[in-house]
């Protein structure tokens, strides 16, 4: 049944509108989306970035807090390891 009264030309009229209006809405919301997950993807790579200097970082951090290093770094600047003598008075009783 082909509606041609005024009245069924204006919902044409509207439903070309709405179908139109929805398309440019779905292109619009396409390419935001788009230009989202190329940020994101961005965003990601700069994650993995800094985590692999974090860990390289908490490495070297260990390295240099490392017993060995400190000994190191002290015997360089001239502080030597002492040790600690224990003297026992001969003159008390023994019990």
Aim: glycine share 2%.
């Amino acid at each position: 049944m082909i509606c041609v009264s005024d009245f069924c030309k204006k919902i044409n009229i509207l439903l070309l509108a709405v179908l139109v209006s929805v398309f440019f809405a779905n292109i619009y919301y396409s390419d935001k989306a788009s230009t989202a997950g190329k940020l994101l993807s961005q965003k990601e790579k700069q994650v993995e970035v800094l985590e692999k200097e974090n860990e390289s970082l908490i490495n070297e951090y260990y390295a240099l807090t490392s017993y060995s290093s400190i000994y190191n770094l002290a015997l360089e600047y001239g502080i030597s390891e002492y040790q600690v003598e224990y003297y026992t008075n001969p003159d008390l009783a023994l019990r």
